[in-house]
Structures are given as C-alpha cells and as structure tokens.
C-alpha cells in the first residue's frame, strides 16, 4: 500500500511538470515550475501547468540577435529603379536624422505575444477579457482566435505581461528598445525596407494578399525574416519600450539607446494591418498615448531578453 501511495505521488508530480523544451534543461523547467507555484499558490495544479507552459514556451521562442553597430534611421532608397540618387522613404521627418547605434547581444521573440497566453495572464491578474460583448457572439469568434496577435489597451500592460515572464524565469525579460527592434528588423541593421524573407512586400507570399480585408493573422502565418523573426512589419504594430520624442534620434547616444527619460507617448514601430504597405517599413515610427483604447489600431508587443 505504501509502494502504492509512492507511485500515485510521482505519477501526480510528473504530470504537474510534464512541460518539455527546445531549449531549457529538465532543472530549469522544474525551476519555473517551483516559482510558478510559489508566486500564484492558489491556482489550480492544471493551471499552474498552463503559466509553466506558456513562460517556457516563450523562452524557447526567443531568437538570439548578435549586437553590433549599424545606422539607424532613414538610409534613403533609390529615387528610381537603378538609380543613384536617394530619396527618404517616407513623409515622417522624426527619423530623418542618421545616426551610428551600438548594441550589446540580445534575444527578440520570433513571434507577436499570442491572444491566448495574453488572456492567460490576464486572468490570473484578476481582469476579465477584453471585449467580453464580442466574445460572446458567434459571429465574432474569428477575432478572439489564440493564435491571433495580443491587443492592448495600454503600453503598462505590455511591459507587465513581459516582466512577469521575467520573474517566472529569473531573466531579464522586457519589451524591446526601439534600437532593438529596428536591427533586428533589418537583419541586423542592413539597408532592408521590409522586413520580410527576403525583404520585398509579396502580397499572398510573404505578407497578407491584396484581397480587400485588412485582418489580424496568426503569428507565425508567413515567412520570417533571416533572423527568423515573424511579422516584423506586417500585422499588429508594436509596442516598444522607449519613450516618443521627434527631436531623440539627434540626441541618442551611440551605445545601447534607451529613449527619452520621460515623455507623453510611447514609441510604436511597424504599421500594423491597417496601414498600406508603404507604411510597413522597418525605419517608420509612430508613437501613441500610454493608455491607447483603440482595438482599430490593434497595438501588440513582443518580448526581448537582455
């Protein structure tokens, strides 16, 4: 009966923490696992599995970006087809100013934070779903699909969801700096408008089809860039974690920027699947209010490692 009790206990135990990985040790799952336990006590044994999980998941999705040193902002394109003579790519002139950025390694995530991991986390905070009326709706189920980009409705949010990955796995994890997410949409900081496969904008190919229907898409729906990074430039626009200033790009040090100290706005980069593909370049910025209430605008984020 003892021997009995003995294996009903390890059977239990083992599928408490029967979460495998691409890239962590059986030790440092068991160790997430430990702090998830630790910090959220009260949830269930299968839901304390879902945060293992979902933290573990994020740590192998995390692509390593070699640091170095490339130019950041406007690099010009040509006027004309073969031509010599550069033209800007865009009317916005906060990123006109070139100017030579310096950074250390990192790890940027491959995909857009998932909907379904965000209402997760969400959950164990104690807040209800956003847009619960739509939910509800059968009609409206296309849009609440797991896979789909997370949406936000404030910059705090995004930053939260990334440091309590962090906590869980005692790393340094948090949004991105616009620095960040600029080189590693330009593989590295080369002259690529578009950050896709091969950098051209390929409607139905590498990028969503000209097909009348501006639309979220799964994350991992087309073709990453050489870095193996997904949606860099197409579907939700991304928080990042700099604060907005027209004047910064002339005033940023060289070596691993960090933004303005302060601000009224935060940094946005990508345009996001309700701009034109003329807005979809790895240079555009845009910047919105901290608390940003708009689902239109559908600001996501995605998590780096430091």
């Known amino acids: 009966m003892r021997y009995l009790l003995f294996f009903v206990a390890i059977v239990l135990t083992s599928s408490c923490t029967s979460v495998t990985s ?8 068991d160790a997430i696992q430990t702090r998830v336990e630790e910090r959220h006590p009260d949830l269930s044994r299968a839901q304390q599995k879902a945060v293992t999980d979902l933290v573990v998941r994020a740590l192998d999705s995390m692509v390593f970006v070699e640091g170095g040193s490339f130019m950041m902002g ?5 006027c004309e087809p073969g031509s010599r003579q550069l033209c800007n790519t865009d009317i916005w002139p906060d990123n006109d100013h070139l100017h030579k950025v310096t950074l250390d390694d990192f790890h940027l995530s491959k995909y857009e934070t998932k909907l379904g991991d965000f209402d997760l986390y969400r959950d164990l905070m104690g807040r209800e779903p956003y847009a619960p009326e739509l939910r509800s709706r059968d009609d409206r189920q296309h849009l609440f699909e797991p896979n789909l980009p997370a949406w936000t409705k404030a910059w705090q949010e995004a930053k939260d969801y990334c440091l309590w990955i962090g906590a869980l796995a005692e790393r340094a994890v948090d949004l991105p700096t616009e620095a960040q997410w600029e080189y590693a949409a330009r593989n590295r900081g080369d002259k690529v408008l578009v950050a896709t496969n091969n950098g051209e904008w390929l409607p139905g190919e590498n990028a969503p089809p000209h097909d009348g229907i501006r639309r979220l898409y799964p994350v991992d729906s ?10 860099l430039t197409s579907n939700s626009a991304e928080w990042v974690n700099d604060w907005y200033s027209e004047t910064y790009y002339q005033e940023s040090p ?3 920027p960090m933004g303005p100290v302060s ?4 940094v ?3 345009g996001g699947f309700n701009t034109s593909a003329s807005s979809k370049t790895t240079i555009l ?3 919105a209010p901290a608390v940003e209430r708009s689902y239109y605008r559908a600001l996501g984020f995605r998590c780096s490692q430091h």
């Open 22 to 29: 691409e890239t962590l040790s059986e030790s440092e799952i």
């Open 74 to 78: 406007e690099f010009g394109w040509p």
């Open 222 to 231: 087309f073709p990453a860039n050489p870095l193996g990074i997904h949606h």
């Open 254 to 256: 060289e070596n691993n």
């Open 263 to 266: 601000g009224e706005t935060k």
């Open 268 to 270: 946005v980069r990508s």
């Open 285 to 287: 910025r845009d910047s």
